[in-house]
């Protein structure tokens, strides 16, 4: 039996609003199992100089086979030019894994 991959999604997003939007339409699609909306300062190089703001992060879990479809649903909904959309390989307990597995299509 081949096992599915499993993954954290880390999603940027500019507001809480566009947090809830893209959350929203991952789970709706079935793209992601479920995600927690944190928020916090921000600082990094944009265009030669120094940007600070506050973000809102999405942290989701899915599978990697859905890591195309994830990406393009976040592309049409995000308001930034370059959205950060990462992907990191996790292992856990058997029942969270399976409720991953269960809620994603």
Known sequence: MIFP???QVLISATSKQEADKISDALIQNRLIAG???LKGPS???WKDEIVEREYFNVQAFSLLQ???KIIQEVKKIHSDACPIIA???IDGNREFLNWIRKSIR
Request: glycine share 0%; aromatic share 34%; charged share 35%.
């Open 66 to 68: 859905k890591k195309s």
């Open 5 to 7: 991959k499993y993954c």
């Open 87 to 89: 992907f990191f390989k």
């Open 35 to 37: 995600a927690l909306v």
């Open 43 to 45: 600082r990094y190089w």
